[in-house]
């Protein structure tokens, strides 16, 4: 069994065909799915497929760092209130990303700072995004965690630096399809030497399909591929990686 801890099942992708992605994503073992909710609507559509699939589809709720300027008071009182009521997982994605720099640096930091406060404050997971934003996002790891800090750096890069920085505090590394890329040996390396149990997968779908779909749709059935990558480069079978990463996340996020 796999869970695809990160999926974007709100974007216009799945629009045409979302009951029968969920169908091949049972079929092809994934047997629970977190989705990244990152506004009002994802939210609303995220409760939605919840309560079609429950225990199968769970929510995180968070400002990505591309709309880090929409984060106020009232966002964060109303992610607040759905950790409160139990109705997401984990809070994010949230983090920094410095490659398109869609919004301002320091406003990102602030909008990042405030979450990691809010995913301590009701004892949930933080989701991180990182994209060449390695040192601030290991400084302000460092600098917030209030001792109760947990979460997954998702879609890693291959950084090992930030890959330490994030083991040392705690926090999960989840991989995603560009794992599988030809160019991608800098994070294979990385698959290589994490441990095992500090890795989880992902698909961030519809993005970053694996290099047998790629240019195609990203969807919750090709976590396999992740799986088999991860399993070639560390040497042991997918069973295992499934049956490990499956449990770490079952724990990160509290799943039954
Ligand atoms: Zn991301
Ligand atoms: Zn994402």
Redesign the pocket.
């Known amino acids: 069994m796999y869970i695809d801890t990160h999926a974007h099942l709100n974007f216009p992708e799945f629009k045409a065909d979302l009951d029968e992605t969920i169908m091949c994503a049972q079929a092809a073992k994934v047997c629970a799915i977190v989705n990244i909710a990152l506004d009002e609507e994802a939210i609303k559509f995220g409760q939605a497929l919840q309560r079609r699939y429950p225990h199968y589809i769970f929510n995180a709720a968070g400002i990505?760092p591309h709309e880090a300027s929409r984060w106020n008071s009232s966002v964060e009182a109303s992610i607040k209130e759905l950790a409160l009521e139990k109705q997401i997982i984990a809070i994010g994605?949230m983090g920094l990303d410095y490659f398109y720099k869609l919004a301002p640096v320091e406003i990102q930091q602030n909008t990042f700072r405030r979450q990691l406060q809010l995913a301590q404050a009701v004892d949930l997971p933080a989701v991180i995004?990182c994209r060449d934003a390695s040192q601030d996002t290991i400084q302000i790891l460092h600098e917030e965690n209030r001792g109760y800090l947990k979460g997954v750096l998702?879609?890693f890069n291959g950084d090992m630096e930030l890959a330490q920085a994030a083991l040392k505090l705690g926090l999960l590394i989840s991989f995603t399809g560009n794992i599988t890329f030809p160019k991608a040996e800098k994070i294979r390396q990385a698959a290589r030497e994490i441990p095992l149990e500090s890795i989880m997968l992902e698909t961030?779908c519809p993005f970053l399909a694996p290099q047998d779909f790629r240019g195609k749709r990203n969807e919750p059935a090709f976590v396999v591929k992740v799986a088999e990558k991860i399993a070639e480069v560390k040497g042991i079978s997918v069973e295992e990686i499934a049956e490990a990463t499956t449990a770490n996340a079952r724990t990160m996020f509290g799943l039954r």
């Open positions: 990505h994605e995004h998702h879609c961030d």
